[in-house]
Each structure stands twice: as C-alpha cells, then as structure tokens.
C-alpha cells in the first residue's frame, strides 16, 4: 500500500499501468490505496 501512495504522490502518468491491476485486488485496503493513488495522478494532470 505504501508504494501505491508514493506513486500516487509522485504524479508520473507512466505509474497509471502499475496501479491499474490493484483496482481488482480481492484485498480491500490494496483496491483503496489504489484509487487514492489513481485519483491524485488524475487531479495533478487536470491542474496542469
């Protein structure tokens, strides 16, 4: 889960492919950090 958050951190539009795939973890928490991370990429792309 940390990874993902620094990833969404970071903003690199590139992450978008590693992130993807945990949108369909069994683990919830995992599918969480992942929107949260995908969201942030989004909203930095959007201010841009």
């Known amino acids: 889960r940390r ?3 620094i990833l969404g951190e970071i903003g ?6 590693i992130i993807a795939p945990y949108l ?3 683990f919830a928490p995992l599918r969480y950090a ?3 991370a995908l969201e942030k990429i989004g909203t930095r792309k959007a201010l841009r």
Do not use: T
């Not at 690199?12 to 492919?17: P, S, Y």
């Open 34 to 36: 992942a929107s949260e």
């Open 3 to 5: 990874a993902l958050k």
């Open 12 to 17: 690199d539009e590139r992450a978008v492919e």
């Open 24 to 26: 369909s973890s069994e």
